[in-house]
């Protein structure tokens, strides 16, 4: 077990390596998502899987525990400078979908996380709206994170304005390279 954590923790400090998990990770969890997350306002579902049961407690501990962990190794990558201009625009991605994920898991177990989210499947795409909307500091039009939420809101945030920092320091030490400046 613990070999296996250990060739985990050194595929995620490669970027080659970070962003399919990366993807999977993503896709995986609407898989999962569309079979078992009852969106019925009403569930009549009473078993393990039920919203609030054992089961979808332990699996979004464990989805959120994940994300968290696949945001921590792609910031360090970012910040150790490791990643191609290519590279930045894929975990960038990736943030917008991991970040849906937070905010719809906090609705999902923290009803009034997430303010004007209606019920069923618009929800999932409501929370990518507003991961988008936060990203790139637009306006939230309809999904606003409430005042325990704004914080997670603010740290995705900054984070997209230090993807867009990196990006063109990148991109201007690419075309100093390229018009025979020295190299960054």
Not at 81 to 92: A, I, K, T
Request: hydrophobic share 50%; net charge neutral.
């Amino acid at each position: 077990m613990i070999d296996w954590l250990v060739a985990a923790l050194h595929t995620l400090n490669n970027p080659s390596g970070a962003i399919p998990i990366g993807f999977a990770f993503v896709c995986s969890y609407y898989m999962v998502s569309a079979f078992f997350h009852n969106h019925d306002p009403k569930p009549t579902y009473k078993g393990v899987w039920r919203k609030g049961g054992f089961g979808d407690i332990a699996t979004s501990m464990l989805w959120c525990s994940g994300a968290l962990f696949l945001m921590a190794s792609l910031v360090d990558l970012l910040v150790r400078n490791e990643l191609s201009l290519g590279q930045l625009v894929s975990y960038y991605c990736l943030f917008l979908f991991l970040f849906a994920f937070i905010y719809n898991m906090l609705n999902r177990h923290f009803p009034g996380m997430i303010e004007g989210l209606k019920n069923g499947w618009i929800v999932e795409l409501q929370c990518f709206s507003m991961s988008v909307q936060v990203m790139t500091t637009g306006d939230l039009t309809s999904a606003k994170p409430a005042k325990p939420a704004e914080f997670i809101a603010s740290l995705q945030l900054l984070l997209g304005l230090l993807f867009v920092a990196v990006f063109v320091a990148k991109t201007v030490g690419l075309m100093a390279v390229g018009s025979g400046g020295a190299h960054p």
